[in-house]
């Protein structure tokens, strides 16, 4: 999110340069503009030559005042605009990584006894992308996105808080307890993966608004073959 703000007024800054560099090109023009007119009307109507530039140039800088506040009612509604792209590419990119963490902890739950996945089951990295979810700016982010991504918010933290009570229900116990608790844990899962399924709805949801509005890349899951096969009946 703060990537995204930056992006943002780095676009802000170049554009208040060029406003500044338009502003006093304007003025010379004005300046430049006052004194040939006057210098004209002084020829064909008379007068005094500088009451003529005031005239003239008090009547251009009002017209060029009313440019100038269009310009910046334009260049605020350009920012408001890329930030809202911006928050919306960043809700995605966040809902992504967090979905597939959550996923792979649930592939983890199911796969047989493996050492290489405790580290995943164990669920240290979802947590901490469940937690940035939490914390995420939602104000700032567009309408389109935003019930989407609260909708998967829940969802993501809900499927990782059961996948911690399976483990830790297991892991304070030892010998044949504890294997007859992972014994259950096939069935056990069946709520998480009837949840999961609720979320990929949603994460297609967002993934659709979040590359078709805001110009985000789509981006691939990691393979999760026994989430997809998953049968409460036939474990394994």
Same mark, same amino acid.
């Given at each position: 999110?703060?990537i995204?703000?930056?992006? &943002?007024?780095?676009?802000?800054? %170049?554009?208040?340069?060029?406003?500044?560099?338009?502003? /006093?090109?304007?003025?010379?023009?004005?300046? !430049?503009?006052? /004194?040939?007119?006057?210098?004209?009307?002084?020829?064909?109507?008379?007068?005094?030559?500088?009451?003529?530039?005031?005239?003239?140039? !008090?009547v251009?800088?009002?017209?060029?005042? +009313?440019?100038?506040?269009?310009?910046?009612?334009?260049?605020?509604?350009? #920012?408001?605009?890329?930030?809202?792209?911006a928050?919306?590419?960043?809700?995605?990119?966040? !809902?992504?990584?967090? +979905?597939?963490? &959550?996923?792979?902890?649930?592939?983890?739950?199911?796969?047989?006894? $493996?050492?290489?996945?405790?580290?995943?089951?164990?669920?240290?990295?979802?947590?901490?992308?469940?937690?940035?979810?939490?914390?995420?700016?939602?104000?700032?982010?567009?309408?389109?996105?935003?019930? #989407? +991504?609260?909708?998967?918010?829940?969802?993501?933290?809900?499927? $990782?808080?059961?996948?911690?009570? &399976?483990? #830790?229900?297991?892991?304070?116990?030892?010998?044949?307890?504890?294997?007859?608790?992972?014994?259950?844990?096939?069935?056990?899962?069946?709520?998480?993966?009837?949840?999961?399924?609720?979320? %990929?709805? /949603?994460?297609?949801?967002?993934? @659709?608004?979040?590359? @078709?509005?805001?110009?985000?890349?789509?981006?691939?899951? $990691?393979?999760?073959?026994?989430?997809?096969?998953y $049968?409460? #009946?036939?474990?394994?």
């Amino acid at each position: 999110m703060q990537i995204a703000k930056k992006k &943002v007024g780095n676009a802000a800054f %170049v554009r208040l340069l060029a406003w500044l560099m338009a502003i /006093i090109a304007i003025s010379v023009a004005i300046l !430049a503009a006052a /004194i040939a007119a006057a210098g004209y009307l002084t020829c064909r109507l008379g007068g005094d030559q500088s009451g003529w530039a005031q005239a003239i140039g !008090a009547v251009l800088a009002i017209v060029t005042g +009313f440019a100038t506040t269009l310009y910046q009612l334009r260049s605020q509604k350009a #920012d408001a605009l890329a930030l809202e792209a911006a928050s919306g590419r960043a809700a995605y990119l966040l !809902a992504h990584d967090a +979905f597939e963490a &959550v996923t792979d902890r649930l592939e983890a739950a199911l796969t047989p006894r $493996n050492n290489s996945k405790i580290y995943a089951l164990r669920g240290g990295r979802t947590s901490e992308l469940v937690g940035a979810m939490r914390e995420f700016e939602t104000s700032r982010l567009p309408s389109a996105v935003l019930a #989407d +991504f609260i909708r998967l918010r829940s969802r993501i933290a809900a499927i $990782n808080q059961r996948l911690t009570e &399976v483990y #830790d229900s297991e892991d304070r116990l030892r010998g044949a307890a504890k294997e007859n608790k992972r014994a259950e844990r096939h069935e056990r899962l069946a709520s998480v993966v009837a949840v999961r399924g609720e979320a %990929v709805t /949603i994460f297609s949801s967002l993934e @659709s608004t979040a590359t @078709s509005t805001y110009g985000g890349l789509v981006l691939t899951m $990691n393979a999760s073959p026994l989430v997809q096969s998953y $049968n409460k #009946d036939s474990p394994y």
